[in-house]
């Protein structure tokens, strides 16, 4: 029979190795050609490695969680061999280290009633003879930790701590929040939903807040840009790609409306209900998960007062809208209620000035609060 060893193929892109997230075969499986076998993620997506022939899996390396290095040994098979019963497992042997483990009659019986294995504490007794003391302080770190779950952080819960850990410590961020009169654009934004055809989608709030960015940002380019920090360069974009922060059972991800500045209303929230759809259902591509500019994140009715939000790097600016509340506000002189939003958006303080940034604010706010050009 002949063995063959597959390694973790070349992903490209300059990655030189991969996360391993989950086995989807175990020892002694019997594979298919093109069988799915394991899957692994890099910093750019995750991967699916399929059985390249048939044959008998006789030894996985890694465990979820490890990286594995490019042209590392990932699955050994056996091929073209029939399927075989894994070997009995050995019969387990007392422990020489059990039999010589030195504790009084008591400290043993204590160890059982609490299903202590004595060989698993350090003695501090002559000839490493376990004490009561001993015990007891096994017994007390296993109390502290009664009712307490641990959960390794892997795959994309981890990939998303590293970029928001690199963000924080690279980027010396600043929030500006500002509030917004909300009122003209809810009533548009009702008539619109009350009036729109069987094939187009329900409008929410974000592709207003994109409509209001391609208007805006021709007049703060750098707003729309990446910043590489160690090359010291500004790429500044003409196109608009805006990235938007979705929650899906796999963690944020951020899907990318690429050209929203060739999107009328009706094309953006078809494009936003179009990723945000393939995200959660795991089916976005790569290129639908980078290459964003800019990016818009908003929680809805969670999104409370304010938040700071962290820049997706290499971008300069991230916009957090919050939720929507009727407030009572001071308009010529008199108290009124009206619908207002606090717009809250973090800067790379290495790129954007505070005036800059209060500028496209007040700029952002003033196209919402006069939303008809957004209909364009």
Known sequence: MARYVFRLPDIGEGVTQAELIAWHVALGDRLEEDQL???????????????????????????????????????????????????????????????????????????????????????????????????????????????????????????????MLEAKRNIPHFTYVEEVDMTALEVLRAALNANRAGDQPKLSLLPFLMRALVQVLPRFPQLNAHYDGEAGVLRLYEPVHIGIATQTPAGLLVPVVRHAEALDLWGAARELTRLAAAAREGRASRQELTGSTITLSSLGALGGLAATPIINAPEVTVIASNKLAERPVVRDGQITIRTMMNLSASFDHRIVDGFEAASFIQALREMLEHPTTLTA
């Open 37 to 163: 076998m394991a899957e692994v993620m890099t910093d750019k997506a995750s991967v699916e490695m399929t059985a390249p022939a048939a044959g008998l899996v006789v030894a996985l390396h890694g465990a979820p969680g490890e990286k594995i290095a490019i042209g590392a040994p990932l699955v050994e098979l056996e091929l073209d061999a029939p399927p075989v019963e894994p070997p009995p497992a050995p019969p387990v042997l007392p422990s020489p280290a059990s039999t010589a483990t030195l504790a009084s009659p008591a400290t043993r019986r204590r160890a059982r009633e609490h299903g202590i294995a004595l060989h698993d504490v350090t003695g501090t007794g002559p000839d490493g003879r376990i004490t009561a003391a001993d015990l007891e302080n096994v017994l007390a770190r296993t109390e502290a930790h009664a009712g307490v779950r641990e959960i390794r952080i892997i795959g994309l819960r981890r990939q998303i701590a590293a970029r």
